[in-house]
């Protein structure tokens, strides 16, 4: 365990001694901002039966922004270790693939965490405003939707963690990242509702699938743990894959 601490606190080094951590902070705290002010302004010019949560969440602009968040995150993980050659001293040094496959993906993890405690000072903001909303007050809903933030996340993270085992281009690793995050969001909204597919069956798979459909119901704090289960197990697999990879290039260069 002591050598993935070593491995963890390397790589947080160095998402922090770069200026592009504190650029994208910056940058993503100020689109939440936006759009958290965007969304409270058109609810107070035109009321309607959605609460704080969903607005500021179930979005275009939030939407990509978290999966081009993500994009940006991962997509040094391991391209930059081919870049500037540093990967061979990761294969060559003692310590397991796994520790260093998990200090990437927990590192970035740690800095996507980072990056969403921000934005609850929006919501106590909204609280000191407005203190008899209901929507600031349903603590409990605040706490589920950030838990699946996190997990969806996570998730994301993987896949760019994956993403960028496979490729020596930082571009081409957030290119993948992103349109297969952007893929995932949008496939199940284009089945159920573009496509107008009734069959119930159907439905069940893409509600089951759809992150969207998941942050609806986490909103309004509705917990349901086969969703956990499904983030947790997909987050996995990618994980998996990556160490799959990492090993095999390793192999290869041994």
Request: glycine share 4%; proline share 3%; hydrophobic share 60%.
């Amino acid at each position: 365990m002591r050598t993935f601490f070593v491995q963890l606190l390397r790589e947080l080094r160095s998402i922090f001694y770069t200026p592009v951590a504190y650029v994208v902070i910056a940058l993503f705290a100020g689109l939440m901002g936006f759009n958290f002010q965007s969304y409270i302004t058109m609810l107070n010019k035109q009321p309607a039966d959605v609460t704080v949560l969903e607005v500021v969440f179930l979005n275009a602009l939030f939407v990509f922004v978290f999966a081009f968040i993500a994009a940006l995150i991962t997509m040094r993980s391991f391209s930059e270790e081919f870049r500037l050659g540093t990967v061979e001293m990761l294969m060559t040094a003692p310590v397991k693939d796994w520790h260093v496959v998990l200090a990437k993906f927990f590192g970035a993890t740690i800095f996507f965490a980072i990056l969403l405690l921000p934005t609850v000072a929006c919501f106590w903001v909204f609280h000191l405003v407005a203190p008899d909303a209901v929507a600031a007050k349903s603590i409990g809903a605040i706490v589920s939707t950030y838990l699946l933030l996190m997990m969806l996340g996570m998730l994301f993270i993987s896949i760019g963690v994956f993403a960028s085992s496979l490729v020596r281009d930082q571009i081409n690793a957030a290119v993948i990242t992103l349109v297969v995050t952007i893929l995932y969001i949008f496939i199940p909204l284009i089945i159920a509702r573009l496509l107008n597919v009734t069959d119930p069956r159907v439905q069940q798979v893409t509600e089951f699938f759809s992150p969207v459909a998941h942050l609806q119901d986490f909103s309004k704090g509705l917990v349901d743990t086969r969703r956990i289960v499904w983030y947790l197990t997909a987050t996995g697999f990618f994980v998996l894959l990556t160490h799959h990879v990492f090993h095999s290039r390793k192999l290869k260069a041994s």
